[in-house]
């Protein structure tokens, strides 16, 4: 099993610790990982980009040139569209993002992550938290549906990633994030998603 | 795969491979992008999972930092600094007093665009810097390239082991795509075994005093000095050259690549051989002493085209070129600027070489 996945969004959408959990959900499914966050000028204000790749095998080169899973934020991160594999799996945040189906090549997902997140009050760590900060997770609990991620123990496995990253005060953002996660994938799920093989 | 993996960026696995190399000391002056390296030992002094970990300093300056290794060194303790680019100019005055004394010093150089202030991009511009000595005065330092996480965690133990066997700064030059690069990596196991330390200057309590100095007033003695340090690069060239192949056998063409520059001519070979183009590669893990012997090897075996492919305009290509003295096309394959060749750029350029 190989995965070459870029992230991208703006500043502030959780874009690198997106990337981060998703590297490290596959870490702990027994599998080597490389996760390089653009950083410095790019970070301040413009497009925040990352690359994963997974893999069982070990990882030759950690730069994301053609990925399989191109998972988009806002709309200036379309223009990595160009670089998805053909029958690739491209993920939108259709919250932000409108005409996203650009390609008839790729599986094409729209999310509307915002909205789904900001649904998921109940769940915040108080009454009055905005919510649809856990867009990120949504976008998350899509991709791990989007790339047929076994089920088995997924929940818990989540979970065990969430409680590695957010630790201290964060971790009364767990909840939400799981419930998140859980929702995306649902969305996913009914949205009925052919992936890339 | 055994999980007692880590997540963590190549500067952080540097600085606890570096405490799991039983590291005495840190002085620095921080530097993006190498700033976590001092930010994670910040995080560990005094938290008792180190004990060892006796002191650390944020100094005013890049010379103070430099000199405060030193003198941390003289006394035999494992001593470590870490920077960029411009910091490690500031620090060439010191390292060159480290190595005309005989200090074993580890200096990090988390590699980004220049010159000048340049920008936080990676670069490999300053291998002239590392792999020359960089400072004034006739001497060389150990250089180590890490390619990977894995290795960024692992060469402090490799660099301390080397500083002190050779009494010699060592410096494990990185890049800044290596130093923010996240890869799961396990700490690997170092021996907890001390160095030989009886040089050092601990006091000499009634016994002989040890005096370390580079000052040679004599001209003769500075010559049987200079003579000395010589030697010891020539043992140094002899026996601790490292390199790695990657598909050198029956190759036509071989790519000549460090750091994270290796890493790309991995997939690019990767890709030329499944289309049977035959290309290998040739990865120098210790940029000085070059390793020459692997050149020979490869020259042995027929190989007559080289293609060195650095984030520079082309300078470990003198090396090869050293290495290969005629006998051999060698190519040179640079980009800078913080920017990173393509994957295709590499394969069309090696497979032009193909005959």
Redesign the interface.
């Known amino acids: 099993m190989k995965a070459e996945v870029i992230v991208a969004g703006h500043g502030g959408q959780g874009v690198l610790e997106l990337a ?1 959990w998703l ?2 959900f596959h ?2 499914r ?8 653009s ?3 790019e970070t301040r204000g413009g497009k925040v980009k990352c690359y994963v790749v997974v893999s069982d095998e070990t ?5 994301v ?1 053609a990925p399989d899973l191109l998972i988009v934020m806002n709309t200036p991160s379309m223009d990595y569209l160009p670089l998805l594999k053909p029958g690739g799996n491209l993920l939108v945040n259709s919250s932000l993002v409108k005409d996203a189906r650009r390609r008839t090549d790729v599986a094409v997902t729209e999310i509307p992550a915002v909205e789904i997140a900001a649904g998921l009050r109940e769940f915040g760590p108080t009454q009055g938290t905005d919510t649809s900060i856990a867009a990120n997770s949504v976008m998350l609990g899509a991709a791990l549906a989007a790339t047929h991620e076994a089920p088995e123990h997924l929940p818990e496995e989540v979970e065990e990633v969430f409680r590695h990253f957010l630790t201290g005060r964060k971790t009364a953002f767990i909840p939400l994030n799981l419930h998140a996660v859980e929702a995306g994938a649902a969305f996913v799920a009914r949205a009925g998603v052919l992936a890339a093989t | 795969m055994s999980d007692d993996r880590e997540f963590l960026k190549g500067n952080e696995a540097l600085a606890y491979g570096a405490l799991h190399a039983g590291l005495n000391a840190f002085y620095g002056y921080p530097i993006t992008p190498s700033s976590e390296i001092p930010e994670t030992l910040a995080t560990e002094f005094g938290q008792g999972n180190f004990p060892e970990f006796r002191s650390f300093l944020q100094a005013a300056s890049e010379l103070e930092a430099i000199n405060m290794v030193n003198g941390s060194a003289a006394t035999g303790a494992k001593t470590m600094t870490a920077t960029s680019g411009p910091g490690f100019s500031l620090k060439q005055e010191g390292i060159s007093y480290a190595a005309g004394i005989g200090l074993p010093i580890l200096v990090v150089n988390v590699n980004r665009a220049g010159p000048g202030l340049g920008n936080l991009g990676p670069e490999q511009s300053d291998y002239f810097q590392a792999t020359r000595g960089g400072g004034h005065g006739g001497y060389r330092a150990i250089v180590l390239a890490p390619d990977s996480v894995q290795e960024m965690a692992a060469f402090p133990s490799l660099g301390f082991s080397l500083a002190f066997r050779y009494r010699t700064p060592v410096v494990i030059l990185a890049d800044a795509f290596l130093g923010q690069l996240k890869e799961d990596l396990v700490f690997p196991q170092v021996s907890t075994s001390s160095f030989d330390t009886s040089w050092a200057a601990t006091g000499a309590r009634g016994d002989q005093r040890h005096v370390l100095a580079s000052l040679h007033l004599e001209l003769d003695d500075q010559s049987l000095a200079t003579h000395k340090l010589h030697a010891k690069y020539a043992e140094i060239a002899r026996q601790e050259q490292r390199y790695e192949e990657l598909e050198s056998d029956g190759a036509q063409v071989v790519i000549v690549a460090y750091g994270i520059c290796a890493r790309l001519a991995r997939r690019a070979v990767r890709s030329l051989r499944a289309r049977s183009v035959p290309v290998g590669l040739f990865r120098p893990i210790t940029l000085s002493p070059f390793p020459n012997q692997g050149i020979e090897k490869l020259i042995g075996q027929g190989v007559r085209n080289f293609l060195v492919v650095e984030l520079n305009m082309g300078q470990m290509v003198q090396d090869v070129r050293l290495a290969v003295n005629g006998r051999a096309q060698v190519s040179s394959l640079g980009q800078v600027g913080g920017l990173i060749p393509g994957t295709e750029e590499l394969v069309r350029a090696a497979e032009a070489m193909v005959g």
Not at chain 1, 59 to 63: G, L, N, Q, R, V
């Open positions: 981060n590297a490290y870490l702990r027994g599998r080597h990982v490389a996760y390089t966050p950083y410095g000028p990882i030759d080169s950690p730069i040139e």
